[in-house]
């Protein structure tokens, strides 16, 4: 079973910044960010094919967060500007060893690996 560690979660005022990092103990092809808030189902926030070629990203996030990965380091970044309240959640890196030569909007069931989630916590 391949585990995932998400780091670079934290307490940042509005409009500004923050960068999520998940580090995978092993090969993943395809990676993603999920988040949750208080009350609320865990939502899709982007993915990334093993290329890095392709992205996708919620609606609420286009234009604001980025999606990157290292493949020799087995990482996947989340890149989050002009992080606005309604951000703050538990974010959630996702992995899953099918390979796709592109993603849209995504669901849990199409990842095989979880985090055990950072908190952002975005003050207005």
């Known amino acids: 079973q391949v585990q995932l560690v998400e780091s670079g979660g934290g307490l940042v005022q509005a409009g500004g910044s923050l960068r999520l990092s998940c580090a995978a103990s092993g090969r993943m092809y395809t990676m993603g960010w999920f988040r949750q808030a208080p009350g609320k189902e865990r939502d899709f926030v982007a993915a990334?094919?093993?290329?890095?070629?392709?992205?996708s990203y919620a609606d609420s996030v286009k234009g604001r967060f980025t999606i990157s990965r290292d493949n020799a380091k087995n990482t996947v970044d989340l890149q989050m500007d002009s992080l606005k309240a309604e951000d703050t959640a538990v974010y959630y890196c996702a992995a899953d060893r099918r390979v796709r030569l592109k993603v849209s909007v995504m669901s849990e069931s199409d990842f095989g690996s979880w985090g055990q989630g950072t908190q952002v916590t975005v003050s207005s």
């Open positions: 990334i094919t093993w290329s890095g070629g392709s992205t």
